[in-house]
């Protein structure tokens, strides 16, 4: 297929997503598909133009056809069937003129009664293209009207793209804002890009205004991205995350979309996350219980400050926070303790906050050699400078930690 998409547009005019007024182009009477095979087969130029359920135009699946709408309202229809379950997807690119605004709907039929039963539209400002997808089982077939919502060009075409995909993810369909998925204060998901066109839209519903951290990652080779948008859904993105990448954005209450999409190629069966969450603000409260009896927080070395005794099997505790000091629940916490006097110079652990944002993390940890001695009186403590860093959405704190190893006591004179 050669018709290529415009994924970057230009910067435009802000609009709110909200849906328009219009009401759905009415579908006149019941489509016979007998009479609409004969049609197929037959020539086309007798029964006239295709602006009728009952006159559409069979399209194969991943084919696209060029066509114009003559007059305002005018409507152009195809249907296509669907030989093994799985996605279909229609494309749909405007004439690329802003006093044009051409839609796009995709219905279902029902062969038992032959009505039609709307699956989904896409009611982009003009000059932006038009998407919806469904899913879809082996035999079903779709019908899809081209609408000429505002004006029309009888000499320009729009082109109009049909596509199959066998691997659709779960959260399908969710190709457009109306579309979308719905999230509250958060996104955590795993889908796929079915094909080069696929698009997975949430709309993110803010209850109160907070730092957000935003992260795509995936195996996939192509050019995988995140939008976010606020209402403007219909023109440039308000930022960018790539794959494998973070960033954080605050956003106020609200309504947001997040978008994923490939700018290039994309790997069906190889799945990303996309991750919203609030940000870390602190990490507070740490302490550090060591299990094996020599739990302490004490100062063995004056340039370094007071911190905790660990030996091999310990426990990292703590609360998140945000940054207005709320506790951040269901949040993931990374530990790393570095002892690079061992054998192993990092360990790590993870965990996870729980309602009231505490976290609660066990390491077991290579026994220290004992390098340093700190002297008492009746013998020395022999341990190894280790450290420790907590992490998570952002946020991160660490120390300098005592990694003990054993106890010197001195011989006790008569
Ligand atoms: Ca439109
Ligand atoms: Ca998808
Ligand atoms: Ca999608």
Redesign the pocket.
């Known amino acids: 297929m050669s018709l290529q998409r415009a994924k970057e547009l230009a910067s435009g005019v802000p609009e709110t997503a909200t849906a328009k007024s219009q009401s759905v182009p009415g579908v006149a009477g019941r489509v016979d598909l007998g009479q609409l095979r004969s049609r197929a087969a037959g020539n086309v130029a007798l029964f006239g133009a295709n602006n009728s359920p009952q006159t559409a135009q069979y399209l194969d699946l991943n084919t696209q056809v060029s066509a114009t709408l003559a007059v305002q309202d005018e409507q152009a229809w195809y249907y296509v069937y669907v030989p093994a379950n799985g996605k279909v997807t229609a494309f749909l690119q405007t004439v690329n003129n802003a006093s044009l605004d051409y839609d796009l709907y995709l219905y279902k039929y029902n062969p038992a009664d032959g009505t039609l039963a709307l699956q989904a539209y896409s009611f982009y400002a003009p000059t932006h293209y038009e998407q919806v997808s469904t899913p879809a089982a082996t035999g079903e077939i779709y019908f899809i009207a081209v609408h000429a919502y505002q004006g029309a060009d009888p000499v320009n075409p729009y082109t109009l793209a049909v596509l199959y995909s066998s691997l ?2 779960v ?2 369909p ?1 190709d457009n804002p109306w579309q979308a998925r719905s999230a509250t204060d958060g996104i955590s998901a795993s ?4 094909n080069a066109f ?1 698009e ?1 839209w949430t709309a993110l519903t803010v209850t109160q205004e907070n730092t957000f951290v935003f992260s795509l990652n995936t195996a996939a080779t192509g050019t995988y991205q995140l939008h976010l948008f606020a209402t403007n859904i219909h023109g440039t993105s308000l930022a960018t995350v790539n794959k494998n990448t973070q960033a954080a954005f605050t956003l106020s209450p609200g309504t947001w979309y997040v978008r994923v999409l490939s700018l290039d190629t994309v790997t069906p069966a190889e799945p990303y996350t996309v991750r919203v969450a609030v940000a870390a603000g602190a990490l507070t409260d740490i302490k550090v219980l060591n299990h094996t009896g020599v739990e302490d927080y004490i100062n063995y070395n004056p340039a370094y400050g007071p911190s905790w005794r660990i030996q091999t099997t310990a426990t990292f505790k703590g609360t998140l926070k945000d940054r207005y000091g709320r506790v951040l629940p269901n949040t993931p916490v990374n530990l790393a303790v570095y002892t690079p006097s061992t054998y192993r110079k990092q360990t790590f652990a993870t965990g996870v906050s729980d309602a009231s944002g505490a976290f609660s993390i066990p390491v077991e940890l290579p026994g220290a050699l004992g390098v340093l001695k700190y002297d008492f009186v009746f013998g020395a403590e022999h341990y190894d400078m280790a450290s420790f860093t907590l992490s998570a959405e952002g946020a991160s704190v660490g120390r300098h930690l005592w990694h003990y190893a054993y106890t010197e006591w001195y011989p006790v004179g008569l």
């Open positions: 659709p993810d959260d399908e969710n889908r796929t890009l079915d696929d997975d």
